[in-house]
């Protein structure tokens, strides 16, 4: 029982950068606006739609990419930025699969 909840403990430290850079409501806006853009957005047309400096929106993008929100791809002379959501999101969906699990063993 102790180690599964220093297990559950880790789990949750693991997530916490993740959740950290979901709690920003620029980057909440980055994240929408690259989800409806599948191709992929440079910073210009990012700032074309965000109410934000294009150096405010690079350092949101570099906090996206470093938690794997956002990967970037070079394209002539420009970074353009894509939305992979997929590897966070298995961090946050295991780490509620395991609080659950917690939950029904105390039902």
Request: proline fraction near 3%; charged fraction near 25%.
């Amino acid at each position: 029982m102790r180690a599964q909840n220093e297990q559950i403990l880790q789990q949750f430290k693991a997530c916490i950068p993740l959740l950290d850079v979901l709690a920003d409501e620029n980057r909440q806006a980055i994240i929408m606006l690259l989800a409806r853009h599948k191709s992929g957005l440079n910073v210009n047309t990012i700032a074309e739609h965000i109410d934000l400096s294009r150096p405010a929106i690079s350092h949101h993008l570099k906090m996206l990419k470093q938690s794997g929100y956002v990967r970037s791809e070079k394209k002539s002379v420009e970074n353009y930025y894509m939305l992979t959501v997929r590897k966070p999101l298995e961090q946050l969906k295991a780490l509620i699969t395991a609080i659950e699990a917690e939950c029904d063993k105390g039902e």
